[in-house]
């Protein structure tokens, strides 16, 4: 695989944050620092830009909540938009190896669009991230029931927190510019025990790093698994789709899944199955091997990382005082464009979803139909049906406990 022109560490490079009160539009400000040029001239007539956010107003949900939509916007012009309904990541644009910016995820036009329906477009998805078998888990002796959104299986949290206003705060540090969402979900919301404070905080760094970090802690016993479902096509938003793409899993095994692609226990080899992506390839090269009937004729598969320790739960002590440990999970390249991504987490597994809906199902902006696998989602997250399968790493989540969760994406750009 052909090397990134940026290379950059594992962990990103984080100052003391300050909380900004004000709620009409401003201007963040950010010491410059050095920056390592995407490609030769790239960045020329860019040095002097300082990272920045904005604030404005997006529209308003069906019952009346304000919804806002922060831009923010790194020194060499990277810029993300994330709205507080659903704590959506509306648009990301990114330059190609001419220079072009494109939005390169997946999005829809308005608010009443995503309320309508959206396939959780962007969104952070919760209080339980995938599908939990039968719409049921047990803690201490008590069943607990959820919504069967999905034939007789939950998925995503049912009204879950991609379908809820957050609360906004911008941050800043010393290269970097961001947004923490909060949300409090209450005391059996969708059937979830306990009362859940959680947050995300997005930030944008000068070396074209897109940090998402999650917490959470609750006031009874309650289980709890967060991420992120934005379609990635690096080729552009509107461009078709991305079975052309080259993805890297870094993964040796998978979850075998049943029928209602939830997981009977077992971890399989990727070893001469259509799912072995440890070296690029396409992703459309054998998806046509992919079952038609069980995974809708594309990926919806739960992978295994590689190397990758159990995280997540941690008491209050050990949550202030542990570095996090980011592992490599996938990578996802456009030859053409030349733009790469890199996906780093401290979660143990990645849902490959190859957003397999129909032709026009959904539209974008203007207009614009989205056709079948416009895009390619990397969810990393704890596994599938977790709190009914003790062999998996727990999501349960107890008072006086912290949930921890990391994700980072890097961009960059192939080397000619």
């Known amino acids: 695989m052909k090397a990134c022109a940026t290379t950059c560490q594992a962990a990103l490079i984080c100052g003391s944050i300050a909380s900004m009160q004000k709620k009409s539009l401003w201007h963040v400000v950010v010491a410059p620092c050095l920056l390592l040029a995407l490609s030769p001239g790239l960045l020329a007539g860019q040095s002097s830009k300082m990272p920045r956010i904005d604030q404005q107003p997006f529209g308003s949900t069906q019952d009346g909540q304000a919804v806002e939509l922060y831009t923010l916007q790194n020194a060499s012009g990277v810029t993300a938009k994330v709205m507080t309904y659903g704590a959506i990541i509306y648009s990301f644009e990114v330059p190609d190896k001419n220079g072009r910016f494109t939005n390169v995820t997946i999005n829809r036009g308005t608010v009443s669009d ?203 002590e050990k949550a202030t005082n542990t570095v996090l440990r980011l592992a490599l999970a996938a990578r996802l390249q456009n030859p053409k464009s030349g733009r790469t991504m890199e996906m780093l987490t401290t979660e143990p597994g990645v849902q490959v979803y190859s957003a397999n809906f129909p032709n026009g199902a959904f539209e974008g902006l203007n207009g614009y139909s989205y056709p079948r696998h416009c895009g390619v989602a990397l969810e990393t997250q704890h596994f599938p049906d977790s709190p009914n399968k003790p062999s998996f790493p727990s999501t349960l989540l107890r008072p006086g406990q912290v949930y921890r969760s990391m994700t980072v994406l890097k961009f960059g750009l192939q080397r000619e």
Request: hydrophobic share 30%.
């Open 114 to 316: 995503y309320e309508k329906r959206s396939a959780c477009f962007g969104a952070v998805l919760g209080r339980y991230a995938n599908r939990i078998g039968g719409a049921q888990f047990t803690i201490d002796g008590r069943q607990y029931s959820l919504p069967r959104n999905n034939g007789r299986n939950h998925i995503h949290g049912g009204r879950g927190f991609d379908k809820r206003v957050w609360q906004a705060e911008p941050v800043q540090g010393r290269d970097f510019v961001g947004v923490k969402m909060s949300y409090h979900s209450k005391d059996g919301e969708e059937g979830y025990p306990g009362n859940l404070d959680c947050s995300v905080t997005y930030s944008l760094n000068n070396s074209n790093e897109w940090k998402m970090d999650y917490t959470a802690t609750t006031d009874k016993a309650t289980v709890v698994n967060l991420s992120n479902h934005a379609y990635w096509n690096l080729a552009g938003a509107e461009s078709g789709n991305v079975l052309a793409q080259l993805l890297t899993v870094n993964a040796d095994k998978y979850l075998v899944a049943d029928e209602g692609l939830i997981p009977t226990g077992e971890m399989a080899s990727v070893a001469d199955t259509p799912l072995d992506f440890r070296k690029p390839r396409p992703i459309g090269e054998r998806i046509g091997q992919i079952k038609e009937k069980q995974f809708n004729g594309g990926y919806d598969h739960c992978f295994v990382i590689n190397g990758q320790p159990e995280q997540g739960i941690m008491s209050q």
